[in-house]
Protein backbone atom coordinates (compact mmCIF):
# COMPACT_ATOMS: atom_id res chain seq x y z
CA UNK A 1 0.00 0.00 0.00
CA UNK A 2 1.35 3.37 -1.22
CA UNK A 3 0.14 6.80 0.66
CA UNK A 4 1.09 10.37 0.57
CA UNK A 5 0.65 11.10 3.89
CA UNK A 6 3.54 13.09 5.74
CA UNK A 7 6.39 10.47 6.65
CA UNK A 8 8.79 12.16 8.40
CA UNK A 9 7.72 11.70 11.85
CA UNK A 10 7.86 8.10 11.25
CA UNK A 11 12.28 8.50 11.34
CA UNK A 12 11.35 9.49 15.12
CA UNK A 13 9.80 6.11 16.04
CA UNK A 14 13.45 4.69 15.16
CA UNK A 15 14.67 6.09 18.15
CA UNK A 16 12.43 4.08 20.50
CA UNK A 17 14.13 1.05 19.97
CA UNK A 18 17.57 2.07 21.20
CA UNK A 19 16.08 4.24 23.86
CA UNK A 20 14.31 0.75 24.82
CA UNK A 21 17.43 -0.95 24.83
CA UNK A 22 19.26 1.21 27.12
CA UNK A 23 16.81 1.73 29.28
CA UNK A 24 16.11 -2.84 29.38
CA UNK A 25 19.64 -2.74 30.10
CA UNK A 26 19.85 -0.41 33.12
CA UNK A 27 16.78 -1.64 34.53
CA UNK A 28 17.75 -5.53 34.53
CA UNK A 29 15.45 -8.38 34.86
CA UNK A 30 12.53 -8.88 32.24
CA UNK A 31 13.03 -5.08 30.78
CA UNK A 32 16.06 -6.68 29.08
CA UNK A 33 13.66 -7.89 26.92
CA UNK A 34 12.20 -4.43 26.05
CA UNK A 35 14.64 -4.02 22.66
CA UNK A 36 14.10 -7.10 21.53
CA UNK A 37 10.10 -6.80 21.84
CA UNK A 38 10.40 -3.17 19.64
CA UNK A 39 12.82 -4.60 17.20
CA UNK A 40 11.13 -7.75 16.06
CA UNK A 41 7.53 -7.61 16.73
CA UNK A 42 6.57 -3.97 17.32
CA UNK A 43 8.30 -2.43 14.49
CA UNK A 44 7.76 -5.02 11.84
CA UNK A 45 3.88 -4.77 12.71
CA UNK A 46 4.02 -0.96 12.26
CA UNK A 47 6.67 -1.00 8.76
CA UNK A 48 3.50 -3.45 7.47
CA UNK A 49 0.59 -1.70 8.28
CA UNK A 50 2.12 2.25 7.54
CA UNK A 51 2.37 1.66 4.18
CA UNK A 52 5.05 3.43 1.87
CA UNK A 53 5.64 6.85 2.44
CA UNK A 54 6.56 9.76 -0.10
CA UNK A 55 9.03 12.37 0.70
CA UNK A 56 7.72 14.72 2.98
CA UNK A 57 7.31 18.64 2.56
CA UNK A 58 9.10 19.36 6.10
CA UNK A 59 9.10 22.70 7.80
CA UNK A 60 12.80 24.77 8.57
CA UNK A 61 12.12 23.05 12.40
CA UNK A 62 11.13 19.68 11.20
CA UNK A 63 14.41 19.84 8.56
CA UNK A 64 16.32 20.64 11.47
CA UNK A 65 15.16 18.05 13.55
CA UNK A 66 15.45 15.23 10.61
CA UNK A 67 19.12 16.47 10.11
CA UNK A 68 20.09 16.12 13.49
CA UNK A 69 18.37 12.58 14.16
CA UNK A 70 21.45 11.21 12.96
CA UNK A 71 23.77 12.78 15.56
CA UNK A 72 20.99 11.07 18.28
CA UNK A 73 21.51 7.74 16.63
CA UNK A 74 24.96 7.86 17.18
CA UNK A 75 25.02 9.10 20.53
CA UNK A 76 22.67 6.36 21.68
CA UNK A 77 24.29 3.51 20.10
CA UNK A 78 27.40 4.31 21.99
CA UNK A 79 25.02 4.30 25.14
CA UNK A 80 23.79 1.01 24.59
CA UNK A 81 27.02 -0.82 24.70
CA UNK A 82 28.02 0.81 27.30
CA UNK A 83 25.15 -0.24 29.40
CA UNK A 84 25.55 -3.91 27.68
CA UNK A 85 29.22 -4.04 29.45
CA UNK A 86 28.07 -2.74 32.61
CA UNK A 87 24.81 -5.29 32.52
CA UNK A 88 27.44 -8.39 31.40
CA UNK A 89 29.41 -7.12 34.71
CA UNK A 90 26.22 -7.10 36.95
CA UNK A 91 24.76 -10.37 35.45
CA UNK A 92 27.51 -12.83 34.01
CA UNK A 93 26.60 -14.98 32.11
CA UNK A 94 23.14 -14.95 33.33
CA UNK A 95 19.95 -15.09 30.34
CA UNK A 96 19.57 -11.52 31.07
CA UNK A 97 23.13 -10.83 29.83
CA UNK A 98 21.98 -13.01 26.89
CA UNK A 99 19.16 -11.25 25.55
CA UNK A 100 21.16 -7.66 26.35
CA UNK A 101 23.26 -8.43 23.71
CA UNK A 102 21.09 -9.67 21.25
CA UNK A 103 18.98 -6.73 21.58
CA UNK A 104 22.50 -4.38 21.39
CA UNK A 105 23.40 -6.49 17.72
CA UNK A 106 19.92 -5.85 16.96
CA UNK A 107 20.68 -2.05 17.44
CA UNK A 108 23.75 -2.36 15.71
CA UNK A 109 22.50 -3.61 12.54
CA UNK A 110 19.53 -1.62 12.58
CA UNK A 111 20.31 1.40 13.87
CA UNK A 112 24.18 1.90 13.84
CA UNK A 113 24.69 0.57 10.01
CA UNK A 114 21.27 2.34 8.58
CA UNK A 115 22.17 5.39 10.53
CA UNK A 116 26.28 4.76 9.08
CA UNK A 117 25.07 4.43 5.53
CA UNK A 118 23.26 7.77 5.58
CA UNK A 119 26.17 10.05 7.32
CA UNK A 120 28.56 7.79 5.11
CA UNK A 121 27.49 9.37 1.69
CA UNK A 122 29.10 12.35 3.23
CA UNK A 123 32.62 13.84 2.00
CA UNK A 124 35.43 11.70 3.33
CA UNK A 125 36.80 12.84 6.42
CA UNK A 126 34.39 15.37 7.46
CA UNK A 127 32.77 14.88 10.79
CA UNK A 128 30.14 13.12 9.73
CA UNK A 129 32.40 10.89 7.62
CA UNK A 130 34.28 9.75 11.42
CA UNK A 131 31.01 9.34 13.16
CA UNK A 132 29.72 6.93 10.36
CA UNK A 133 32.93 4.86 10.76
CA UNK A 134 32.34 5.33 14.39
CA UNK A 135 29.22 3.61 14.13
CA UNK A 136 30.67 1.21 11.44
CA UNK A 137 33.11 0.26 13.94
CA UNK A 138 30.82 -0.91 16.75
CA UNK A 139 29.59 -3.75 13.72
CA UNK A 140 32.91 -4.42 13.25
CA UNK A 141 32.66 -3.04 9.64
CA UNK A 142 34.33 -0.18 8.75
CA UNK A 143 34.46 -1.64 5.16
CA UNK A 144 30.81 -0.67 4.64
CA UNK A 145 31.09 2.66 3.23
CA UNK A 146 33.53 1.62 0.32
CA UNK A 147 31.92 -2.00 0.16
CA UNK A 148 28.71 0.14 -0.51
CA UNK A 149 29.02 2.97 -2.18
CA UNK A 150 30.47 0.57 -5.09
CA UNK A 151 27.46 -1.68 -5.08
CA UNK A 152 24.63 -0.48 -5.17
CA UNK A 153 20.06 0.28 -3.66
CA UNK A 154 19.17 4.09 -6.70
CA UNK A 155 18.45 7.46 -5.50
CA UNK A 156 20.82 7.69 -2.32
CA UNK A 157 23.65 6.75 -5.36
CA UNK A 158 22.90 9.07 -7.96
CA UNK A 159 21.99 12.30 -5.35
CA UNK A 160 23.96 11.38 -2.30
CA UNK A 161 23.67 14.54 -0.92
CA UNK A 162 19.77 14.63 -0.97
CA UNK A 163 19.15 14.40 2.44
CA UNK A 164 16.77 10.80 3.59
CA UNK A 165 13.71 12.56 4.14
CA UNK A 166 14.07 13.64 0.64
CA UNK A 167 14.56 10.58 -1.24
CA UNK A 168 12.19 8.98 -3.54
CA UNK A 169 11.25 5.95 -5.93
CA UNK A 170 12.92 5.76 -8.92
CA UNK A 171 10.70 4.62 -12.00
CA UNK A 172 11.56 1.02 -13.43
CA UNK A 173 14.00 0.27 -10.21
CA UNK A 174 13.41 -2.96 -8.32
CA UNK A 175 12.04 -2.09 -5.13
CA UNK A 176 11.36 -4.19 -1.46
CA UNK A 177 7.82 -4.94 -0.58
CA UNK A 178 7.99 -3.30 2.89
CA UNK A 179 10.96 -1.45 5.31
CA UNK A 180 13.31 -4.04 6.75
CA UNK A 181 11.97 -4.55 9.72
CA UNK A 182 8.67 -5.99 7.66
CA UNK A 183 11.19 -8.15 6.17
CA UNK A 184 12.85 -9.99 9.34
CA UNK A 185 10.51 -12.81 9.84
CA UNK A 186 9.79 -13.51 6.15
CA UNK A 187 13.08 -13.73 5.22
CA UNK A 188 13.83 -16.85 7.49
CA UNK A 189 11.48 -19.01 5.45
CA UNK A 190 13.49 -18.95 2.10
CA UNK A 191 10.72 -20.59 0.02
CA UNK A 192 7.94 -17.52 1.20
CA UNK A 193 10.90 -15.27 0.29
CA UNK A 194 11.74 -16.60 -2.52
CA UNK A 195 7.65 -16.40 -3.50
CA UNK A 196 7.84 -12.77 -2.71
CA UNK A 197 11.06 -11.18 -4.00
CA UNK A 198 11.36 -12.80 -7.24
CA UNK A 199 8.64 -11.28 -9.27
CA UNK A 200 10.23 -7.99 -8.29
CA UNK A 201 13.22 -9.20 -9.74
CA UNK A 202 13.98 -7.36 -13.65
CA UNK A 203 14.74 -10.27 -16.26
CA UNK A 204 17.74 -8.95 -18.11
CA UNK A 205 17.00 -9.20 -21.80
Given at each position: ???????????????????????????????????????????????????????????????????????????????????????????????????????????????????????????????????????????????????HN?QH?????????????????????????????????????????????????????
Amino acid sequence: MTTTRDASAWHLVGLVAPVAILSGNLAGGAWTLSGVVWMLVVYPVLDVVSGTGRPASVTYISRSLLAGLPYVHVILQGCVFATLIWRVQLDGYAWTTWIAALSCGLNTGISAIVVAHEMGHSRSLTFRWWLARLNLLTAMYLHFTLEHNRQHHPAHHLSPSLPFWQLDLIEGAPTLPTGYYGLFWPCLFPPLWKRWIDPRIPTTP
